[in-house]
């Protein structure tokens, strides 16, 4: 029997069953276990496909490392004391955390717990006494909890994660709130995108003219209720400590002023393959990275963060000017020697510069949430 591809399965699926939610398009194009993006192709890093702030270098994972003995010192230094680390791709930023050698793992209270569906980017997790390696976060969670408990003491860590979960896209549609679905592909290949034949109404339809009022007509929003449980589910799983988000994005109305065209991409929707974006999200599901800017609004609906500021700031209340001067003396002292040792102290103002800048990684957001 011929392998169908998944464009061949969707169809048949649409055939079969009618047009499909965003959300399970986007979760078969990303995560099916053959041929989905993340088990075929895609890759944090450089040769991969995208960065996120681990890959720019190791001086983000140096950072992380001194919020993590902060917060385990004013928890009164419990051990152990367990990171859950949700979508943690091939590893890249415990990495670096266990490099920077932090006195958390030093005095062997460090558990690191990485989450990772795809089986390919979990075999490259790293080989480390504090570190383990689960394939859900059901697992990761029930190893980090303490004997008899349902949940640990520590931090729960998502960088870049709640951009990559499924997520519906709502239109504003003759003074209706619509979701819009997938439907059958068109001669040059492409899915259609269709209104679905039954408003939203009640309290999403009611969430959403108080996030974006007075929407006008042909408005699209992402509908993010897939974050919002994550969120819920990561409250739960920690005892004492604190949830940690890493993302891009923006309030509701923010991302409906960059709604595109009706057939178009929406601004808020990016692609991205070998480092390139554009790539059309409905043409080969699978052959390309999908994401929705954050709709921060509909995340904290019912559980406002304790802290929200841009990574920027973030970075430098964790203490990275003075990681970055520390460098600075070290390549004036060491440049003639031009050594491992000088170049990464160097390479700290070129990476500070990338994770710093207000257009790109500098601005995106940091939410805590203390459990």
Do not use: K
Not at 266 to 272: M, Q, S
Request: with cysteine; aromatic share 8%.
């Amino acid at each position: 029997m011929v392998d169908e591809s998944l464009a061949e399965r969707l169809d048949r699926r649409i055939l079969t069953s009618g047009p499909l939610l965003v959300a399970d398009y986007v979760e078969v194009a990303l995560y099916d276990p053959t041929h989905g993006f993340y088990a075929a192709l895609g890759r944090a890093g450089r040769r991969g496909d995208f960065l996120t702030a681990p890959e720019v270098g190791p001086l983000f994972g140096t950072v992380l490392a001194g919020a993590l003995d902060e917060w385990w010192v004013d928890m009164g230094r419990p051990d152990p004391f367990s990171v859950v680390e949700w979508g943690a791709g091939p590893g890249t930023l415990v990495r670096a955390v266990v490099a920077a050698d932090p006195a958390v793992l030093v005095a062997g209270a460090l558990r690191w717990h990485l989450v990772e569906s795809s089986s390919g980017q979990r075999r490259s997790h790293p080989d480390h006494p504090a570190v383990s390696s689960w394939a859900t976060g059901t697992e990761a969670v029930a190893a980090a909890a303490t004997a008899g408990a349902s949940t640990f003491v520590g931090v729960v860590l998502a960088n870049e994660l709640l951009d990559n979960l499924p997520f519906d896209i709502a239109a504003r549609l003759d003074d209706e709130w619509r979701l819009l679905r997938i439907g059958h592909r068109d001669e040059s290949g492409r899915f259609g995108l269709e209104a679905d034949s039954v408003p939203l109404a009640g309290a999403v339809a009611a969430e959403l003219d108080e996030l974006v009022p007075a929407a006008a007509h042909g408005v699209r929003v992402p509908w993010q209720p897939r974050a919002r449980a994550w969120l819920r589910a990561a409250r739960a799983a920690i005892g004492r400590g604190r949830v940690v988000v890493f993302d891009y994005g923006g309030s509701t109305a923010t991302l409906a002023a960059r709604s595109g065209t009706d057939d178009g991409q929406p601004g808020w929707l990016r692609t991205h393959r070998g480092h390139r974006g554009g790539a059309d999200w409905r043409r080969e599901p699978g052959s390309c990275d999908i994401t929705a800017d954050v709709a921060f609004d509909q995340l904290q609906r019912h559980d406002r963060a304790d802290l929200d500021r841009s990574q920027a700031d973030w970075l430098r209340a964790h203490g990275i000017d003075g990681l970055v001067e520390e460098g600075r003396r070290r390549w004036a002292a060491t440049a003639g020697i031009g050594d491992l040792a000088a170049l990464t102290a160097r390479s700290r103002i070129r990476e500070a510069e990338a994770l710093l800048d207000p257009a790109g990684m500098g601005g995106f957001r940091v939410l805590e949430w203390r459990v």
